[in-house]
């Protein structure tokens, strides 16, 4: 199900068609330095992560992280979404590019329609992004999204401090 069409992409909903694509993206050495390492090894694997990640979250919530497509080559490039954590009061805003994709304007034109979306399409009063403090791309990409610096917070109780950021409607 498409959730929304920017310029250059669609941005759909997850399936486990998405399982090598999954796969991929999450084994990048970009993904597995600021995410982490989500033990992805196989197409089973990409599958559960799949169910438990995406699939379980627009069932739960109506709304998750979501595959990116490129229009041109009709492939997937990132994922990009929202996800409900339990140490936030308000959606976080997640975003992961390929790295052959890196540096085209990807990651900030589909956040951009997603904070819109979420606002406009969910009423979503607040939107989070945090990141790692060394991820100096996130962190601009943060700032340009016109997100504000809130506060230093561990978002995942998983001892990183990471730098929160909030973007009122």
């Known amino acids: 199900m498409t959730i929304l069409e920017t310029k250059r992409t669609l941005v759909r ?5 998405d399982a090598p694509f999954i796969m991929q993206l999450l084994n990048e050495p970009g993904w597995i330095r600021f995410v982490g390492d989500r033990n992805i090894h196989d197409l089973d694997a990409a599958r559960k992560f799949i169910d438990d990640r995406l699939l379980s979250s627009y069932l739960k919530h109506g ?7 490129e229009k041109a080559t009709e492939c997937s490039i ?5 996800v409900k954590r339990d140490t936030l009061d308000a959606p976080d805003i997640g975003y992961a590019i390929t790295e052959s994709h890196h ?20 009423g979503f009063d607040r ?20 997100l ?22």
């Open 63 to 69: 709304f998750g992280l979501y595959i990116v497509d």
């Open 148 to 169: 504000t610096y809130e506060r230093d917070q561990d978002v995942n109780n998983s001892g990183e401090i990471c730098k929160l950021f909030v973007k009122v409607a």
């Open 103 to 122: 540096g085209m304007g990807y990651a900030f034109e589909v956040s951009t329609a997603l904070i819109d979306y979420g606002h406009d399409t969910l």
């Open 78 to 82: 990132g994922l990009c979404g929202f």
């Open 13 to 17: 909903h997850g399936t486990h068609n």
């Open 127 to 146: 939107i989070f992004g945090y990141t790692l403090p060394e991820n100096t791309v996130s962190l601009k990409l943060l700032a340009k999204l016109g």
